[in-house]
C-alpha cells in the first residue's frame, strides 16, 4: 500500500506589528461613542 508523502501545511502569513483587526479598530471606534451618548443622555 503506498502513501503520499506528508506535507506540513504552510504556516500562515502573519500580520505585520502594529496594524490592528478591524474588530479591535471597531471596538476603538464605538465604544468612546457609545460612552459620550451614554454621558450627554443622563443629563
Not at 502594529?18 to 474588530?23: D, I, Q
Request: aromatic fraction near 6%; charge should be positive; hydrophobic fraction near 45%.
Amino acid at each position: 500500500m503506498h502513501y503520499p508523502h506528508y506535507r506540513a501545511t504552510p504556516p500562515r502569513p502573519r500580520r505585520a506589528q502594529g496594524t490592528l483587526s478591524p474588530l479591535t479598530f471597531v471596538l476603538l471606534v464605538t465604544v468612546p461613542a457609545v460612552v459620550a451618548v451614554a454621558a450627554l443622555r443622563a443629563r
